[in-house]
């Protein structure tokens, strides 16, 4: 999955989404992810919805003549035609606090000690965040189970025949694995090919792990925050990667925006968006993050007004890069992968083995993005295993032959990306 996140408050009404969607499948995405676009409660929040058969009135065109229903089945017909796959946040841990559900179905409703409805909560930095705007459903030990499954599963359907083919699903892990098998299960017998990824921010590689179980086509990876040194991800990676292949991102509509973070260093957002997307088998950026938008999404408060002039041109770099990834089996799966020993460590080194194929990947990439850094070898096909010559298929200063011995100045945050086959005799 190459996925572009269209984040609808930013993105405005549906029937301006067009020109969006035409810039994703140009820099070669195929998937689109929208936030959720249900109506909120009382807080705004695109998270916090109080009535999950409406739709957000902020995606309405007032110029439009037609339901707001309507307008959105044109924009998602739009983005079919263009090949585009489109998923939508599938929020069913919590509603929003002022829902008429809590009302008329108080039984589906955790309760607090003194018997009001529970609010969803986390512990961050030893502080315990509370959303009071939002209710949290009691998936657990609700004494009508089968009635709040049966909702759930009337809200994925109505969401299917809006066009949505897929669901990324908030919050995954705080839900049981039998409500996510039996959904899935349930929902591909009558539209096989539908799409679930499970959002797993947070999760330990074990939660990760059982969540993966479900069934779940993706779970999202938290290589964002690897700082090309510590050993974590690749134990997360191989724990998991067997179960579900995972998505990368370079930042997200939960992360403050990386332009911003590395003070609009280009290199940097190259490099990440690099690594990224060569790292596991799907890759995700938001909307703006090709253009190195600084101010963050917000799901509460963004508005088209907050659309900025670009600070960077990224989107021929995505292009090259999404090209990569589609053209080499190798990056669309997770496959062992090692980060081997180098004696320069600002270099990051790492091989990739498809399971699959016969590829084989190397890629060198410079951890600095602000300075360059020496690289030498000897004979670079000694750190692989196929027989081939590699192959240099990086998206920028990409060398028609790879000389022995190999002797680069890699510019800051440069990457060289190398593929090779197993199906020649060794090299002697």
């Known amino acids: 999955m190459i996925v572009y996140n269209l984040f609808p408050l930013l993105a405005g009404p549906c029937s301006q989404w067009a020109p969006h969607f035409q810039r994703a499948a140009d820099m070669g995405f195929d998937w689109i992810f929208i ?38 089945k044109a924009a998602l017909a739009t983005a079919d035609k263009l090949g585009l796959k489109v998923m939508v946040d599938l929020v069913i841990n919590h509603c929003a606090f002022d829902s008429e559900l809590t009302r008329q179905h108080p039984e589906w409703f955790v309760r607090e000690g003194d018997g009001s409805v529970a609010h969803p909560f986390c512990m961050e930095d030893g502080r315990k965040v509370v959303w009071g705007d939002l209710a949290l459903f009691n998936h657990q030990h609700t004494p009508d189970p089968e009635g709040l499954y049966r909702y759930f599963f009337k809200i994925v359907e109505y969401l299917m025949q809006l066009g949505f083919k897929g669901f990324r699903c908030d919050a995954a892990y705080q839900i049981p694995r039998n409500t996510w098998n039996r959904l899935i299960h ?142 080499y089996s190798i990056f669309q799966e997770e496959c062992p992968t090692s980060i081997l020993p180098y004696q320069n460590p600002n270099i990051l080194l790492m091989w990739k083995a498809s399971a699959r194929s016969q590829e084989e990947a190397l890629i060198v990439l410079n951890k600095d993005p602000w300075n360059h850094q020496y690289f030498y070898a000897e004979n670079i096909g000694t750190y692989i295993q196929a027989g081939a010559p590699l192959q240099d298929v990086s998206p920028e200063y990409t060398l028609e032959y790879i000389p022995r011995p190999f002797s680069y100045d890699l510019r800051p945050g440069q990457a060289f990306v190398m593929v090779a086959s197993r199906d020649h005799l060794p090299q002697q």
């Open 35 to 72: 936030n959720p676009v249900q109506k909120p409660g009382y807080s705004g929040s695109l998270y916090s919805i109080v009535d999950y058969f409406d739709l957000h009135p902020l995606l309405a065109d007032p110029e439009s003549k037609l339901p707001l229903e309507q307008q959105l």
């Open 186 to 327: 349930e929902i591909r017998q009558k539209y096989p090919d539908t799409m679930f990824s499970a959002e797993t921010l947070g999760c330990t590689a074990d939660q990760t792990k059982q969540t993966a179980q479900a069934g779940f086509d993706f779970v999202f990876n938290s290589s964002k925050w690897w700082d090309f040194h510590g050993a974590w991800l690749l134990e997360q990676y191989q724990l998991v990667r067997e179960i579900a292949p995972s998505i990368s991102f370079p930042e997200s509509h939960d992360t403050d925006r990386l332009f911003q973070e590395v003070n609009g260093n280009v290199a940097a957002m190259k490099q990440r968006y690099l690594f990224s997307a060569l790292f596991s088998a799907g890759v995700m950026i938001p909307i703006g993050f090709e253009y190195g938008f600084r101010r963050r999404l917000h799901v509460v408060e963004t508005r088209p007004s907050d659309w900025e002039q670009p600070n960077a041109d990224l989107c021929e770099f995505i292009t090259n890069v999404n090209a990569i990834k589609r053209q």
